[in-house]
């Protein structure tokens, strides 16, 4: 139900519904370090609103910021897909320390400021092959919630790579897609946090 929340959301924000899967379909750069996808996809992309959790929630979402979060040593207890008591401290501790609004939510603030510190606005920065670690295993479970299937285990590999590519093709607005080049940065990243476009 959330993830048909936050298509809506992302819809509204966007102005239009984006297409994806259609048979040729013309692709742009994603995330690769010498490329930039076309400045309106980008503009759509970037301006998918971010999802707030509270404690309670459960999504793949929350399962990601416990990865990052944990990357960062502001959580310390079982990563999964529920928001816990142990995440909203953790959650707290980040915000004052990033001087984020102090909620114990995962609200827009404090995705952005996460996300920041992984896939810099003004940077290239991407994760691809060869990468391992909280990140990777962040965007393996994200890569499942969006329709994919991929092992969780904190490898970026062929199956990873494969994957991103997949989810890649299908980040499409209008005939545009975003360029299958199996790195994940900021275009991308948001696209699986907030569910694609």
């Known amino acids: 139900m959330l993830w048909k929340k936050r298509l809506l959301a992302g819809m509204a924000t966007a102005g239009l519904v984006g297409t994806l899967g259609i048979g040729g379909a013309t692709t742009a750069s994603a995330d690769g370090p010498d490329s930039q996808p076309p400045q309106e996809l980008a503009q759509e992309i970037m301006a998918l609103p971010w999802p707030t959790y509270t404690e309670g929630d459960e999504d793949a979402d929350v399962y990601a910021a416990k990865q990052l979060l944990h990357d960062r040593g502001y959580f310390d207890s079982a990563i999964d897909d529920t928001f816990d008591s142990n995440l909203t401290r953790g959650v707290t501790n980040y915000q004052e320390d990033h001087g984020v609004e102090v909620n114990g939510n995962l609200d827009s603030d404090t995705w952005q400021t996460l996300s920041d510190l992984y896939f810099p606005p003004d940077d290239t920065n991407h994760v691809g092959p060869g990468d391992s670690g ?51 940065g900021k275009y991308t990243w948001r696209a699986l946090v907030t569910g694609g476009i």
Do not use: K, W
């Open 134 to 184: 909280p990140v990777v295993s962040a965007i393996q479970r994200l890569l499942n919630d969006n329709g994919e299937s991929v092992e969780i285990d904190g490898q970026y590999g062929g199956a990873t790579e494969t994957a991103v590519r997949e989810f890649q093709s299908t980040t499409c607005s209008g005939d545009t897609c975003l360029d299958d080049d199996g790195l994940v």
